[in-house]
T-cell receptor, first 109, second 115 residues
Framework: RKEVEQDPGPFNVPEGATVAFNCTYSNSASQSFFWYRQDCRKEPKLLMSVYSSGNEDGRFTAQLNRASQYISLLIRDSKLSDSATYLCVVNDGYNKLIFGAGTRLAVHP | NAGVTQTPKFQVLKTGQSMTLQCAQDMNHNSMYWYRQDPGMGLRLIYYSASEGTTDKGEVPNGYNVSRLNKREFSLRLESAAPSQTSVYFC??????????????FGDGTRLSIL
């Protein structure tokens, strides 16, 4: 079993749609959680940290369920510029991060 | 704001050649990391340096060596390049002195092809 599992997609959605990505992780010692965004052939960039209470940043909402070891990302009112690969990332309980392979999102007009 | 700077951005090598990928960060972070990313796969950790003066193997260290030259710089060396090392290499840094909840910040990447 992979340490961090994501649906690879692609998710093809029209502009304005709401889309949700899910991620599961296997290490119960993980203490910190993130969503990164990666554009084609570019470096990963931090989208948002994920907190136990859930958190929102504009059109983006992240949720964490520690009991189920499950993380989600909700994107509302999708824009063309949201097209990218979204990486679910958890730490190993110490100082290393484990990256999921990513979920690809394509937003079309 | 430079952040994490990697050089070179592109490189083509012949099998058996050696080269060093350079990485420098100006954020005063104590931890630095080298990853490789292959098509359709997530980032895989090659080596990391939790603090100046220490280095440790990651998930895929074979065929690589690293040097943490000082707090700012962390280099990755391929002693005898092989076609299987064709990949995109990313350097990252983080400040874990502030706690385990710190994200990592990435350089632009080095695209390496080995013929």
């Amino acid at each position: 079993r992979k340490e961090v599992e994501q649906d690879p997609g692609p998710f093809n959605v029209p502009e304005g749609a709401t889309v949700a990505f899910n991620c599961t992780y296997s290490n119960s010692a993980s203490q910190s959680f993130f969503w990164y965004r990666q554009d084609c052939r570019k470096e990963p960039k931090l989208l948002m940290s994920v907190y136990s209470s859930g958190n929102e940043d504009g059109r983006f909402t992240a949720q964490l369920n520690r009991a189920s070891q499950y993380i989600s990302l909700l994107i509302r009112d999708s824009k063309l510029s949201d097209s990218a690969t979204y990486l679910c990332v958890v730490n190993d309980g110490y100082n290393k991060l484990i990256f999921g392979a990513g979920t690809r999102l394509a937003v079309h007009p | 704001n430079a952040g994490v700077t990697q050089t070179p951005k592109f490189q083509v090598l012949k099998t058996g050649q050696s080269m060093t990928l350079q990485c420098a960060q100006d954020m005063n972070h104590n931890s630095m990391y080298w990853y490789r990313q292959d098509p359709g796969m997530g980032l895989r950790l090659i080596y990391y340096s939790a603090s100046e003066g220490t280095t440790d193997k990651g998930e895929v260290p074979n065929g690589y060596n690293v040097s943490r030259l000082n707090k700012r710089e962390f280099s990755l060396r391929l002693e005898s390049a092989a076609p299987s090392q064709t990949s995109v290499y990313f350097c990252a840094s983080s400040d874990y002195s502030r706690g385990n909840n710190q994200p990592q910040h990435f350089g632009d990447g080095t695209r390496l092809s080995i013929l």
